[in-house]
């Protein structure tokens, strides 16, 4: 729910909770008997509900995607950038639904959330969780909104897999799928990224095989150490050489100097860590990568994309950035490919900028303005 907004800005915003009695029964076999899922909305739903729009998020993402919960908040929604009046996710054509799935740590029920059967913090004994979890209980939220069918799902890395399995378990509840900066599924060097984050956490003193929350403690170490791991790979080489080349924040480089020396990067990464340390959870980091490491998204259709995406019915828009190296410009192409041959509508664009990874939250010129061309398709397309 939003408040009046200000220019370029969807301005201040209310986060809401939905619960859920009807168990969900998951990828892995277990059920949720019961959940809560927290989200924002931007924007006003029309009267035949047809300018709805999800936003998927990615891994350390949530449901604060636009506006400020004060007029004092030091940073506005996690993509501020490409959501609100005039913007790409124009919020005076959209009705924009952002969430926080379940397993995450910003409010919707997930390891550090009370087990109702024990009294205590889920931690480790929180179900394993998949994408197609998420999206069933998306499709459960817009149920409940109202929504029969998306205008688009969008998403941007992890949220980018998930609006590919909306076109595949829900064919007829999205009209577009935009798919920025993802993939069909990990690569190699993508699964040992994510396994050296998890033995970082693992591997902390404090994580008490993730039963911290019992006992008071935070596995601080480790999950600093996690979120630098991965934050270098979500920058391009030009990117922390443009930030960062060898410059020094303290210390000195020369012979016999008494104070060691410190570049920024390394101080960076550091307040990085800590900064993640203290608004995320490890347990739910855990969960959330190997939801991230098990997508793949024609694996139930005999290893063929082509034969997945045939399941489809909206149109596509895939996006990816030339310096992105976690998630490749190759890795976007597959994607294309595949539904090329499966005779879908596809539009595809790789977007030069040397942000890497996190191009996508960033305000690139050539990006701000094709994912605006589009979605003013999607409008005309409703």
């Given at each position: 729910m939003t408040t009046t907004a200000t220019a370029?800005?969807?301005?201040?915003?209310t986060a809401q909770t939905l619960h859920f009695?009807?168990?969900?029964?998951?990828?892995?076999?277990?059920?949720?008997?019961?959940?809560?899922?927290?989200?924002?909305?931007?924007?006003?739903?029309?009267?035949?509900?047809?300018?709805?729009?999800?936003?998927?998020?990615?891994?350390?993402?949530?449901?604060?995607?636009?506006?400020?919960?004060r007029t004092d908040?030091?940073?506005?929604?996690?993509?501020?950038?490409c959501i609100g009046p005039g913007k790409p996710i124009d919020t005076r054509r959209f009705f924009v639904v952002s969430l926080n799935n379940i397993g995450g740590c910003h409010g919707s029920t997930g390891p550090a959330s009370i087990n109702p059967g024990t009294g205590q913090p889920w931690g480790p004994d929180f179900p394993d969780l998949r994408v197609r979890d998420w999206v069933h209980s998306q499709a459960r939220l817009a149920?409940?909104?109202?929504i029969?069918?998306?205008?688009?799902?969008?998403?941007?890395?992890?949220?980018?897999?998930?609006?590919?399995?909306?076109?595949l378990l829900y064919p007829d509840r999205l009209r577009h799928c935009v798919v920025i900066a993802a993939a069909l599924r990990?690569?190699?060097?993508?699964?040992?990224?994510?396994?050296?984050?998890?033995?970082?956490?693992?591997?902390?003193?404090?994580?008490?095989?993730?039963?911290?929350?019992r006992n008071g403690k935070v596995p601080v170490r480790g999950l600093s150490l996690a979120r630098m791991i991965g934050h270098i790979t979500y920058l391009s080489d030009d990117a922390m050489a443009d930030k960062f080349g060898r410059e020094l924040r303290s210390g000195s480089l020369e012979q016999g100097a008494t104070e060691a020396a410190e570049f920024q990067v390394q101080s960076y990464l550091r307040y990085q860590g800590s900064q993640f340390s203290e608004s995320f959870d490890a347990n739910t980091y855990i969960l959330m990568t190997r939801a991230l490491d098990y997508f793949d998204l024609a694996r139930e259709y005999g290893d063929d994309p082509v034969a997945a995406l045939e399941n489809s019915r909206c149109r596509f828009l895939v996006v990816s950035f030339s310096t992105d190296w976690r998630f490749s410009p190759a890795r976007s192409r597959e994607i294309v490919d595949a539904l090329i041959a499966a005779r879908r509508d596809v539009t595809y664009v790789n977007i030069d900028a040397s942000e890497g990874h996190d191009a996508f939250l960033?305000?690139?010129?050539?990006?701000?303005?094709?994912?605006s061309a589009y979605m003013q398709r999607v409008e005309a397309d409703r």
């Amino acid at each position: 729910m939003t408040t009046t907004a200000t220019a370029g800005s969807v301005g201040l915003v209310t986060a809401q909770t939905l619960h859920f009695d009807e168990p969900l029964a998951l990828a892995c076999g277990r059920s949720l008997d019961s959940y809560d899922i927290v989200y924002e909305t931007y924007g006003e739903l029309n009267a035949d509900r047809s300018n709805a729009v999800l936003i998927c998020h990615a891994l350390s993402g949530h449901h604060h995607a636009a506006g400020r919960y004060r007029t004092d908040d030091r940073k506005p929604g996690w993509w501020e950038e490409c959501i609100g009046p005039g913007k790409p996710i124009d919020t005076r054509r959209f009705f924009v639904v952002s969430l926080n799935n379940i397993g995450g740590c910003h409010g919707s029920t997930g390891p550090a959330s009370i087990n109702p059967g024990t009294g205590q913090p889920w931690g480790p004994d929180f179900p394993d969780l998949r994408v197609r979890d998420w999206v069933h209980s998306q499709a459960r939220l817009a149920d409940r909104l109202g929504i029969d069918c998306w205008a688009a799902v969008i998403g941007g890395s992890l949220g980018g897999m998930q609006a590919m399995r909306w076109a595949l378990l829900y064919p007829d509840r999205l009209r577009h799928c935009v798919v920025i900066a993802a993939a069909l599924r990990l690569s190699a060097q993508n699964l040992a990224f994510n396994e050296i984050a998890r033995h970082a956490i693992e591997a902390d003193p404090d994580f008490d095989n993730g039963h911290y929350l019992r006992n008071g403690k935070v596995p601080v170490r480790g999950l600093s150490l996690a979120r630098m791991i991965g934050h270098i790979t979500y920058l391009s080489d030009d990117a922390m050489a443009d930030k960062f080349g060898r410059e020094l924040r303290s210390g000195s480089l020369e012979q016999g100097a008494t104070e060691a020396a410190e570049f920024q990067v390394q101080s960076y990464l550091r307040y990085q860590g800590s900064q993640f340390s203290e608004s995320f959870d490890a347990n739910t980091y855990i969960l959330m990568t190997r939801a991230l490491d098990y997508f793949d998204l024609a694996r139930e259709y005999g290893d063929d994309p082509v034969a997945a995406l045939e399941n489809s019915r909206c149109r596509f828009l895939v996006v990816s950035f030339s310096t992105d190296w976690r998630f490749s410009p190759a890795r976007s192409r597959e994607i294309v490919d595949a539904l090329i041959a499966a005779r879908r509508d596809v539009t595809y664009v790789n977007i030069d900028a040397s942000e890497g990874h996190d191009a996508f939250l960033m305000p690139i010129p050539r990006y701000l303005d094709v994912f605006s061309a589009y979605m003013q398709r999607v409008e005309a397309d409703r």
